[in-house]
C-alpha cells in the first residue's frame, strides 16, 4: 500500500506563507491525481487544490491566486505553497492519492494556524 507523510504545518501570521509537502511511497504514484483537502472547526472538508498524473490542476475559489499545488514525480512528492494566508484558512490539512475512483488512500492531516 502507499503512504502519505505530511509535513510543514504550523503557526504562521496574517500574510505569510508555508509550504506544505506530502511524501507517498509506492510505484503508482506517477499515475495517481494528488490533492490537498482541509477541515476547519466546525465546517466540511473541502477539496483545496489537486493535480492529475498529467499536471492539470485544480483549485478552491477560496485559494485560487494564493496557493500552488505541484508535485515531482522523482521524489515522489506533491507539495502546497501558500501564500498570503488569511485566518480562514486555519485547518486541519490533508493529502490524497487517488486512481479513478476506485482507490484512494489519505495522510494523517497536519495542522495549520494563521493568526491575525
Known amino acids: 500500500q502507499v503512504q502519505l507523510v505530511e509535513s510543514g504545518g504550523g503557526l504562521v501570521q496574517l500574510g505569510g506563507s508555508l509550504r506544505l509537502s506530502c511524501g507517498a511511497s509506492?510505484?503508482?504514484?506517477?499515475?495517481?491525481?494528488m490533492a490537498w483537502y482541509r477541515q476547519a472547526p466546525g465546517k466540511q472538508r473541502e477539496l483545496v487544490a489537486a493535480?492529475?498524473?498529467?499536471?492539470?490542476?485544480t483549485y478552491a475559489d477560496s485559494v485560487k491566486g494564493r496557493f500552488t499545488i505541484s508535485r515531482d514525480n522523482a521524489k515522489n512528492t506533491v507539495y502546497l505553497q501558500m501564500n498570503s494566508l488569511k485566518p480562514e484558512d486555519t485547518a486541519v490539512y490533508s493529502c490524497?492519492?487517488?486512481?479513478?475512483?476506485?482507490?484512494?488512500?489519505w495522510g494523517q492531516g497536519i495542522q495549520v494556524t494563521v493568526s491575525s
Open positions: 490524497n492519492a487517488a486512481l479513478g475512483t476506485m482507490w484512494n488512500i
Open positions: 509506492g510505484s503508482i504514484f506517477s499515475f495517481a491525481t
Open positions: 493535480v492529475t498524473s498529467g499536471g492539470r490542476t
